[in-house]
């Protein structure tokens, strides 16, 4: 069962879930710049500068948390965001790497796609 | 441009259209059975047996072929589908390989996702 925030364990990650939450630009461009931190790397929703409300932001990183791409963890004030890039690999190999193939020219602009 | 049947060339392939078509697992299991049989292997429709009306099958495979995902062609009086293996290892490498990793015991019950 997935826990109180809605994480879902290994597994217990749904591919259908996981391609769902990567059909939006948004979403995968999320993915796509934690998969090339650093391994470890946290950010807040706000640090993406996505072009949509705030609450907007709140549902897309919703998605991203019950599919299991992100970990959501609250740091003093602040919630963070990790990608749980060892749950993927494991469960999804090559997801990373599919991800990255999409250049950054196909700048987000919009939901299409949500 | 798409060409008349709504199949978009190699270049135009988009990888949120992609993935939109993937999340659904009725989708995703005509794209792995397609992925696992001889290359080359062109089928009808219905030869997939998904449970869903024929109205709801002819849209699946819409949804697919304007992703680039499949190809279909009239053979005489049959409308046969193909995978876009190519063009789908060129676009996106690795696709193809995690579909294969999600296990045939996940059977498609249902529109879950679609």
Redesign the interface.
């Known amino acids: 069962m997935p826990d109180a925030e809605g994480h879902p364990d290994r597994a217990e990650m749904d ?3 996981v ?2 939450a ?4 948004l979403r ?1 461009s999320v993915v796509r710049e934690l998969a090339a931190a650093p391994e470890g790397t946290a950010r807040t929703c706000s640090s993406f500068a996505l072009p949509v409300s705030k609450a907007t932001v709140t549902h897309h990183f919703r998605v991203l948390r019950e599919a299991g791409l992100v970990r959501q963890v609250n740091r003093g004030n602040s919630r963070m965001a990790t990608l749980r890039r060892a749950d993927l690999e494991h ?5 990373l ?3 990255a ?2 250049t950054n020219t196909e700048a987000p602009t919009g939901p ?2 949500a």
Do not use: S
């Open positions: 591919l259908g879930a391609l769902a990567l059909a939006d630009p995968r469960r999804f190999p090559g997801l790497t599919l991800l193939t999409e299409a796609g």
